[in-house]
């Protein structure tokens, strides 16, 4: 069973940056697409990035376009997402998942069948 845990969130001001990290209980995990998923209060849980098991391939949600950076290390089980110029929208709960049985980035929240718990994010204005 693979296990994912997140951390890297945090409290900063908009204008600001984090960088959050997910680590795998598995090595196995390096042959899966990772995502990256956010979920504010009220709302839906939405795809923010991917990113595919060779790293060849990213994609990313309209809205963090330019300002998030997804990559990976397969070496040390872990995956990224840089975030900066940090908006009060951003504030969620920020999951990283794994899809085992994709080869290209997928963005529906159901595709993904690994997650880890969340790390929060709360960025003020």
């Known amino acids: 069973q693979l296990q994912l845990e997140e951390s890297g969130g945090g409290l900063v001001q908009a204008g600001g940056s984090l960088r959050l990290l997910c680590v795998a209980s598995e090595r196995t995990f390096s042959y899966a697409t990772m995502g990256w998923f956010r979920q504010a209060p009220g709302k839906e849980r939405e795809f923010v990035a991917g990113?595919?098991?060779?790293?060849?391939?990213?994609s990313y949600a309209d809205f963090v376009k330019g300002r998030f950076t997804i990559s990976r290390d397969n070496a040390k089980n872990r995956v990224y997402l840089q975030m900066n110029s940090l908006k009060p929208e951003d504030t969620a709960v920020y999951y990283c998942?794994?899809?085992?049985?994709?080869?290209?980035?997928?963005?529906?929240?159901?595709?993904?069948?690994?997650w880890g718990q969340g790390t929060q994010v709360t960025v003020s204005s």
């Open positions: 998942a794994a899809d085992r049985n994709g080869v290209m980035v997928r963005t529906t929240p159901v595709a993904y069948t690994a």
């Open positions: 990113i595919s098991w060779s790293g060849s391939n990213t």
